[in-house]
């Protein structure tokens, strides 16, 4: 059971670990530099009311005078919110339009194997940096604010990492819907990379206008890092509607690739 997503997920350890390990040094970047930045006398708080609100909203910027809202701004709004997101969406982009592409979809669907079954087993493949970022990282951002004197919630910080983890599914998920719809692998890479960025803007720029509602069809609404590690919020019910679009959006790939002609 399971076979060409294990196959497939042990060859995603190596590039997952280095992903993890880029993202832990931007995060004892981030962690060494706010000593320096709350030292220095700036009224941060100020700093921000300059910023446009729609990229206040964008990226989560709220108490970037404290450990908890520098990081939420810094880390979680950008690098995990918009880059992780990305990325994972690019990756599961070339799953299936990849082997269509050069071929080896033919040889894979020689074997005795549903073309559902492929499509759900590639995307539980992308579990591996999914799950491999969200151990890994919170390890090294609680280590690195003890080390600056600082101090963050353990419980949030938890919190934040198994709560990005819907977030992240939802944007995997769009990128395997692509994947599987288009049948070039670099077509299929910018049409997902399009997709989660447009989502993000959307919802960045409509909210507090009359067209807020439209910001629902991005998942960046049922995500807010801020929320959690300033206020000790969950949005579980965020999480909930992520899943449930995650499961919908795989059952519905794996639907269509079972349906569509590989010619």
Request: aromatic share 10%; hydrophobic share 55%; charged share 15%.
């Amino acid at each position: 059971m399971l076979e060409f997503a294990r196959y497939e997920g042990r060859h995603r350890v190596r590039g997952s670990l280095v992903m993890t390990g880029g993202i832990a040094a931007l995060v004892a970047l981030y962690v060494w530099l706010f000593p320096s930045i709350e030292a220095s006398g700036v009224d941060l708080d100020e700093y921000v009311e300059a910023f446009p609100p729609a990229m206040v909203e964008a990226f989560g910027i709220e108490a970037l005078g404290t450990i908890e809202g520098f990081l939420a701004a810094e880390l979680y709004a950008f690098v995990w919110v918009l880059l992780l997101g990305l990325y994972l969406a690019y990756s599961a982009a070339s799953t299936v339009a990849g082997e269509v592409e050069d071929g080896r979809m033919d040889m894979r669907l020689s074997l005795p194997v549903s073309r559902r079954r492929i499509v759900g087993e590639k995307f539980l493949s992308l579990l591996v940096p999914i799950l491999m970022v969200n151990v890994l990282t919170p390890i090294v951002v609680y280590g690195g604010v003890l080390l600056v004197g600082e101090s963050i919630s353990a419980t949030d910080l938890v919190a934040v990492h198994a709560l990005s983890i819907p977030y992240l599914l939802a944007c995997t998920a769009i990128g395997l819907a692509i994947s599987v719809a288009l049948d070039r692998e670099g077509r299929a890479q910018r049409a997902a990379l399009g997709a989660i960025f447009g989502l993000f803007m959307i919802e960045s720029v409509v909210t507090g206008t009359d067209v807020e509602p439209l910001g629902a069809v991005s998942p960046t609404r049922y995500f807010d890092a801020s929320a959690i590690l300033i206020d000790g919020t969950y949005d579980l019910a965020g999480a909930a509607i992520l899943l449930t679009v995650t499961v919908v959006i795989v059952l519905a790939s794996q639907w269509w690739f079972s349906h569509r002609s590989l010619e």
